[in-house]
């Protein structure tokens, strides 16, 4: 499958730090993938659960 996430980004609160992950967004998925290990590969997660998890992570 051809990978369908083509513009990733980094958090601006994690430029000056080495743990970070970034993510990349389409009409249906988000794409999340560790910084430093790319070649890794990604987790994909749909537009609502990912907003779901962040939601989580802010209580």
Not at 17 to 38: H, M, P, W, Y
């Amino acid at each position: 499958m051809k990978q369908p996430f083509t513009d990733w980004r980094k958090s601006s609160r994690s430029q000056n730090t080495s743990n970070c992950v970034e993510v990349a967004v389409t009409a249906d998925l988000v794409g999340i993938r560790d910084t430093k290990q790319r070649e890794a590969g990604h987790l994909m997660a749909t537009r609502d659960g990912w907003s779901a998890f962040l939601a989580q992570l802010g209580r």
